[in-house]
């Protein structure tokens, strides 16, 4: 994948993201661009939920309505043809719920949030979360720490139930010291979201998984577990890349063992983890992040032993959401409607 030809990919991915974070605010009511049929692009449709998602026998591993997809893989369509068309073709590959990476849509024309709202219920999609940029520079830029009010705004007027950052807590630098700074914004932000009838999260790449550059005996992610409220603080587990800090950090700097597991960051303290990111690799020990990023089910990832394990905590069967994502598919709507078809086909036995 070219993202890993890149010189550093965790920062490139970032960037890109932050790129196409952004709001059509103030912008007057239009017309919504592209009528919602199956644009001539698009991958074949599955064949009926019963035919595709049967999979065998037992239960199955998904809980009902709560697959979703992050909007940032299927960005090149959402910027030519609009979100209507992407919310039609996601209707029809079985998605639930979908995951913002900007309110926009390129070339398609403008939209107003009411209006995306709207299309997104038209198409029985429920809008879950989004991502925002942690911080910036730019006094205007819409981060929150530059714009936390405009930011909860949108989220509200959208209906969102979480908002969260992709942005890892590296604001000021990577210290014990810096990442409970970070941390108490993060407390911050949370407690503004609370009010608002919203969580507040994070979602990790593989660096979270580093270890301090003062205390390299110290897992900055758990500091970052341990200095943020729970009440207030929540997390969305890119599952691909806890992983991938698993190869990366499972030994200290000195070369002393750290193994750890990701799923059991999960099984913890599962009440903070309400999202996941669903996205697979093939592992190849010879790459710096130790998986080469491929279409869900393509992979080495164990899905169905994850998501089971999770759904199956008492009393959480349909606590978590899960998000399918590939940060650069080769086709973004055939990866969307392959996803889902192998998310629904996991069984558990009875």
């Not at 393509?298 to 959401?321: E, M, P, Q, W």
Request: aromatic content about 12%; proline content about 7%; charged content about 20%.
């Amino acid at each position: 994948m070219s993202r890993f030809s890149q010189t550093d990919p965790e920062l490139t991915h970032r960037l890109s993201r932050r790129g196409m974070l952004g709001v059509a605010a103030g912008a007057t009511a239009a017309a919504l661009v592209g009528a919602a049929t199956t644009p001539a692009t698009a991958a074949p449709a599955p064949a009926p939920a019963a035919a595709s998602h049967g999979g065998g026998r037992g239960r199955p591993v998904l809980p009902p309505g709560r697959l979703g997809i992050q909007l940032y893989s299927l960005r090149d369509k959402v910027s030519t043809l609009g979100f209507a068309p992407v919310f039609a073709e996601l209707e029809k590959y079985g998605y639930d719920e979908v995951e913002f990476a900007g309110y926009t849509q390129g070339s398609a024309g403008p939209i107003t949030l009411a209006q995306l709202k709207r299309l997104a219920r038209n198409h029985g999609l429920n809008p879950i979360g989004s991502h925002v940029g942690y911080y910036s520079d730019d006094p205007n830029a819409y981060t929150f720490a530059q714009n936390l009010t405009k930011v909860l705004d949108d989220a509200q007027a959208l209906g969102l139930k979480h908002i969260g950052t992709a942005s890892g807590p590296f604001r000021y630098g990577s210290t014990v010291d810096a990442w409970k700074r970070a941390a108490e914004e993060f407390n911050t932000y949370g407690a503004a979201a609370r009010a608002r009838g919203m969580r507040f999260y994070q979602h990790n790449h593989s660096e979270e998984f580093s270890f301090a550059t003062d205390n390299p005996k110290v897992r900055l992610y758990d500091v970052l577990l341990a200095e943020t409220d729970p009440d207030l603080v929540f997390l969305e587990m890119d599952i691909y890349w806890a992983y991938s800090g698993q190869f990366r950090f499972s030994k200290r700097p000195d070369g002393s063992p750290a193994p750890f597991e990701p799923l059991n960051y999960v099984l913890k303290q599962p009440h903070r983890y309400p999202l996941f990111h669903v996205k697979d690799g093939v592992s190849d020990p010879s790459d710096t992040y130790g998986y080469r990023m491929v279409d869900v089910g393509d992979g080495d990832i164990d899905y169905k032993k994850f998501i089971s394990a999770v759904t199956r905590l008492r009393g959480r069967h349909t606590d978590h959401h899960w998000q399918a994502e590939h940060d650069n598919p080769t086709e973004s709507f055939t990866f969307a409607r392959r996803s889902s078809e192998h998310l629904h086909s996991l069984r558990d036995k009875c």
